[in-house]
């Protein structure tokens, strides 16, 4: 099997799991949804909708930045990106931490904690594929070859 559909295989199927146990929270965290109006994970076909934007946002994004940026920015970029993934599941984790999130059900906890991991998965990916990868060469003459991101 090829190895970005495998890729694309193993994010659906991270999706669907992180959907399914957003919108599974007990009780209280049903109450929880409904009084503070988070509508976008109220039920499972809202929750895989809500994660699947999220994901194939970031993936689209991470897409085109590998396309159109060079070296060097793309780097920036994929790193930041990363930085903000991390950052998100530091706070969903302070969050959930909290007396109020903690009675919500281990698996809405899960569902809420997966989600920047996921992105941060894919956003490390692109990183360490950006890192390792050979710079594009443009020929300007045909005895000196210049890389395209080449440092002043």
Known sequence: MNKK???L??????SVTD?????HPN???????????????????????????VVGISLAL???????????????????????????????????STFSYRITGKAFIYGAHLLPVILAGLFGRYLIKQILSKPRY????PTVKWTKDKEA
């Open 5 to 7: 559909v495998s890729s």
């Open 9 to 14: 295989l193993l994010l659906l199927a991270l």
């Open 19 to 23: 959907a399914y146990l957003l919108a």
């Open 27 to 53: 009780l209280i965290g049903k109450l929880g949804v409904m009084v503070y109006k988070h509508v976008y994970i109220r039920n499972f076909p809202r929750a895989l909708l809500t994660v699947l934007l």
């Open 62 to 96: 991470c897409e085109l930045i590998r396309r159109f940026a060079d070296r060097k920015p793309a780097t920036i970029y994929y790193s930041w990106l990363l930085g903000i993934a991390v950052f998100w599941f530091g706070y969903v984790y302070l969050t959930f």
């Open 138 to 141: 443009v020929e300007t003459d």
